[in-house]
């Protein structure tokens, strides 16, 4: 089992900037894609960014330039998203993401919301 608690969230001007923190505990060394999505109201889940065992990560095309996903290395019991420049389109919950060989594993999430 994993466990992800996510923090950071908040509110926040447009064109400002925001740092998302995940927290993993549990059986990390069995994370394989290790990541971030978002939900807006009324909207599907989409991912924002993700990395996919030890490749370089894919990143959501409406963040792309503007958010960077870090992780500690390989432990993977910490990942993190840089926000810079955002948008009130940027607003939703964020989800902390985390996929074994067979188990999907999400965080609770933690609210961002864009605006002035």
């Known amino acids: 089992q994993v466990q992800l608690v996510e923090s950071g969230g908040g509110l926040v001007q447009p064109g400002g900037s925001l740092r998302l923190s995940c927290t993993a505990s549990g059986y990390t060394v069995s994370i394989i894609n290790f990541g971030w999505y978002r939900q807006a109201p009324d909207k599907q889940r989409e991912l924002v960014a993700l990395f996919r065992g030890s490749s370089d990560p894919d990143y959501g095309d409406s963040v792309k330039g503007r958010f960077t996903i870090s992780r500690d290395g390989h432990a993977n019991t910490a990942l993190w998203l840089q926000m810079i420049s955002v948008k009130p389109e940027d607003s939703g919950v964020y989800y902390c993401?985390?996929?074994?060989?067979?188990?999907?594993?999400w965080g609770l999430g933690t609210q961002v919301t864009v605006s002035s």
């Open positions: 993401y985390a996929r074994s060989r067979t188990v999907t594993y």
